[in-house]
């Protein structure tokens, strides 16, 4: 039974993965008595097998969830000695023989603050956005390879390789990790979207291997389809289809059969490849294929990208050859590639040069946007404790007032240059005048899309005498209800107990889900608009009201008079909670939840116990026993920095 959990971890790897081990050799004499062949041959097989179980038996313990969260802060020692050309010295606390090496940077898509840093000496977290640094020490010393966030899984789960030591997990942005298997692999580069993991595996024979259930099981590709000597230096996967998996390689001299290919291409999920565009060691015929590939990119659009770290490529529609990109982008010093996280305005690509940011929309130009903040990564001081640097280029998306009014978010770009400087950008604008906006201006609203005009803000009262049937005005708030969200407002057993007073006026708002502007009015309980049939309905604000904050998903439980497991959003509903929803408009009215329960305390001071759905948010008071519906529209307006 040792070895049942990790037998199922590689099922399908056995057939396709072999390993060859060199004989030991040396110069010992041989035993004066010779065994017999067949049993000297039994012997042989009976070790190997001996030797497979006891491997097979420490790849099961590793791929137990072991729990690894201590940390400590990290030494800012800092040295002078650095040239033109990047770091030279030792990082502070290493031995001076050895150059530490930053692998991998990433951000976690729950708070734009928290970064991770992979090396090749341990793993570091930092909650300030680079500032400040602290070491998680139980990875202290592991080469780390490979850093990824989860962006389509609502776990926003990161995965972390370790050569050597296998692959871990974790749901909590870098505090605590699991520990997934595969030890004792030489893992080199990692990839991971829609709960799809690609990792390219060194050593003997090269290999990719695939996960498609988050790291639970693994398969390899079939033998003889990648070449026998292979250097993954990036792994791409296809936004619209997770089984689309791309690799960009580097020139292995040596083989019978040299492989001139530098990206490869598997659209069974890495099962089989084959080699994608022309490759040429002459100028102007193409990329060079001596060159290695650090750079690539999937687009939405079937737009795949390359680069060597100084060119960037792009393949034609017909997928058969490899262009230069022009039309406004340097024509070298490209070190880093990304695409636009938020799934509204996918297709916008980013590209990080030497001579700053740019973006492209159109897959044809490139249009420059301005300097946003550079500081180094690890001090504060111009002397950094010097790094080997694999550069890059990430988003983190995170909430701002001043996007919240278009239904958008903002995002960061992360651009890590090999000399160790941290370029930090926030863009807040998504049109064809995109202009980067530097951080710290994120606190004041942005009202241009309404005129200039808060639509929060109170309108004046009619005139003394005046009585117009189809409006209601509100000098609580200083706001109307007109029209059909007048009639429904005040049907039976509604109005002011149900909906609560109206916080804004009707107005124009953009539905990043609709991805279409709609007439919306905020209450103090509730958003009504208008849906495509022209009919009033509460809609989703409660995904506005949860944005940026992480709920892990609930537990599966069965079905019963008291409580409710909804696979549509991975969440329960329970207790007293499931019975006023069940009794008071269930979905209709407040839609599914959106988290579990959790305890805040309320305006007053109270313990509480909220629960978010898509619709609505409802408050448990352990007190009284009583559920009420909490005051969600003014929260989100709260949120936005319209209403105090």
Request: glycine residues 12%.
């Given at each position: 039974m040792v070895f049942g959990k990790m037998a199922k971890v590689i099922n399908s790897v056995a057939d396709t993965e072999t390993e060859n081990i060199p004989p030991a050799t040396g110069?010992?004499?041989?035993?004066?008595?010779?065994?017999?062949?067949?049993?000297?041959?039994?012997?042989?097989?009976?070790?190997?097998?001996?030797?497979?179980?006891?491997?097979?038996?420490?790849?099961?313990?590793?791929?137990?969830?072991?729990?690894?969260?201590?940390?400590?802060?990290?030494?800012?020692?800092?040295?002078?000695?650095?040239?033109?050309?990047?770091?030279?010295?030792?990082?502070?606390?290493?031995?001076?023989?050895?150059?530490?090496?930053?692998?991998?940077?990433?951000?976690?898509?729950?708070?734009?603050?928290?970064?991770?840093?992979?090396?090749?000496?341990?793993?570091?977290?930092?909650?300030?956005?680079?500032?400040?640094?602290?070491?998680?020490?139980?990875?202290?010393?592991?080469?780390?390879?490979?850093?990824?966030?989860?962006?389509?899984?609502?776990?926003?789960?990161?995965?972390?390789?370790?050569?050597?030591?296998?692959?871990?997990?974790?749901?909590?942005?870098?505090?605590?990790?699991?520990?997934?298997?595969l030890a004792g692999r030489p893992i080199t580069r990692l990839a991971v979207a829609q709960r799809h993991i690609y990792l390219s595996v060194a050593g003997p024979r090269a290999s990719i291997y695939h996960s498609a259930d988050a790291g639970q099981t693994f398969t390899a590709p079939a033998l003889n389809s990648l070449p026998a000597i292979l250097d993954v230096q990036a792994i791409a996967i296809d936004s619209a289809n997770p089984q689309n998996v791309y690799i960009g390689t580097a020139w292995l001299p040596g083989?019978?059969?040299?492989?001139?290919?530098?990206?490869?291409?598997?659209?069974?999920?890495?099962?089989?490849?084959?080699?994608?565009?022309?490759?040429?060691?002459?100028?102007?015929?193409?990329?060079?294929?001596?060159?290695?590939?650090?750079?690539?990119?999937?687009?939405?659009?079937?737009?795949?990208?390359?680069?060597?770290?100084?060119t960037l490529w792009r393949l034609t529609p017909d997928r058969t050859l490899w262009q230069p990109v022009g039309g406004g982008l340097p024509p070298n010093g490209v070190?880093?590639?990304?695409?636009?996280?938020?799934?509204?305005?996918?297709?916008?690509?980013?590209?990080?040069?030497?001579?700053?940011?740019?973006?492209?929309?159109?897959?044809?130009?490139?249009?420059?946007?301005?300097?946003?903040?550079?500081?180094?990564?690890?001090?504060?001081?111009?002397?950094?404790?010097?790094?080997?640097i694999r550069p890059g280029l990430f988003p983190v998306t995170t909430s701002s007032p001043a996007n919240s009014v278009n239904g958008l978010r903002s995002t960061?770009?992360?651009?890590?240059?090999?000399?160790?400087?941290?370029?930090?950008?926030?863009n807040r604008e998504f049109g064809t005048e995109l202009i980067a906006v530097v951080p710290g201006a994120t606190n004041?609203?942005?009202?241009?899309?309404?005129?200039?005009?808060?639509?929060?803000?109170?309108?004046?009262?009619?005139?003394?005498?005046?009585?117009?049937?189809?409006?209601?005005?509100?000098?609580?708030?200083?706001?109307?209800?007109?029209?059909?969200?007048?009639?429904?407002?005040?049907?039976?057993?509604?109005?002011?107990?149900?909906?609560?007073?109206?916080?804004?006026?009707?107005?124009?708002?953009?539905?990043?889900?609709?991805?279409?502007?709609?007439?919306?009015?905020?209450?103090e309980r509730f958003r009504f608009?208008?849906?495509?049939?022209?009919?009033?309905?509460?809609s989703l604000v409660g995904y506005d009201a949860i944005e940026g904050r992480y709920f892990p998903p609930g537990r599966f439980l069965p079905t019963t008079n008291s409580q409710q497991y909804f696979d549509e959003t991975k969440h329960t509903l329970r207790g007293a909670f499931f019975d006023f929803w069940r009794k008071n408009g269930d979905l209709t009215r407040y839609g599914f939840p959106i988290t579990e329960e959790f305890t805040e305390k309320s305006d007053d001071g109270r313990e509480t116990v909220y629960q978010y759905f898509q619709r609505?948010?409802?408050?448990?008071?352990?007190?009284?026993?009583?559920?009420t519906i909490s005051l969600l529209g003014r929260e989100v307006l709260q949120k936005r920095g319209w209403i105090k």
């Open positions: 110069g010992a004499k041989p035993p004066p008595r010779r065994l017999p062949w067949r049993k000297l041959l039994f012997g042989l097989v009976a070790l190997v097998v001996l030797g497979g179980l006891v491997a097979l038996a420490l790849m099961a313990t590793t791929g137990s969830e072991t729990v690894i969260n201590r940390a400590t802060p990290i030494a800012q020692t800092a040295s002078p000695s650095t040239t033109s050309s990047g770091p030279t010295a030792t990082l502070a606390g290493s031995s001076p023989a050895i150059v530490a090496s930053l692998n991998q940077l990433a951000a976690y898509p729950g708070d734009y603050q928290v970064l991770l840093a992979a090396m090749s000496d341990g793993l570091r977290r930092s909650t300030d956005g680079g500032k400040t640094w602290v070491e998680i020490v139980d990875f202290k010393g592991r080469n780390l390879t490979g850093l990824v966030f989860d962006l389509d899984d609502p776990e926003r789960p990161a995965y972390l390789a370790a050569d050597q030591t296998g692959l871990f997990k974790s749901t909590d942005a870098g505090k605590t990790w699991r520990n997934l298997g083989g019978k059969t040299p492989d001139w290919g530098r990206v490869k291409f598997s659209g069974d999920g890495g099962k089989t490849w084959r080699d994608l565009g022309q490759w040429s060691t002459e100028p102007g015929d193409g990329p060079n294929s001596t060159r290695p590939v650090t750079l690539l990119l999937a687009a939405q659009g079937d737009r795949i990208y390359i680069g060597d770290g100084e070190y880093g590639l990304t695409a636009e996280p938020q799934t509204a305005i996918q297709g916008l690509v980013y590209a990080a040069t030497r001579d700053g940011f740019y973006r492209n929309s159109d897959g044809q130009s490139w249009q420059k946007m301005a300097t946003g903040e550079t500081g180094l990564l690890f001090s504060t001081s111009a002397n950094q404790p010097p790094l080997n960061y770009l992360y651009a890590l240059s090999s000399d160790g400087r941290l370029n930090r950008y926030e004041v609203p942005d009202f241009r899309p309404f005129g200039g005009i808060n639509p929060s803000d109170p309108v004046a009262a009619p005139p003394a005498g005046v009585n117009d049937p189809t409006k209601r005005y509100f000098v609580e708030t200083g706001h109307y209800i007109q029209g059909e969200f007048k009639n429904v407002w005040e049907g039976p057993g509604r109005g002011l107990a149900l909906y609560g007073y109206p916080l804004t006026e009707q107005f124009q708002e953009f539905d990043v889900r609709d991805k279409t502007n709609k007439t919306v009015q905020y209450f608009e208008f849906d495509k049939a022209g009919l009033v309905r509460t609505a948010k409802l408050a448990f008071d352990p007190q009284t026993k009583v559920v």
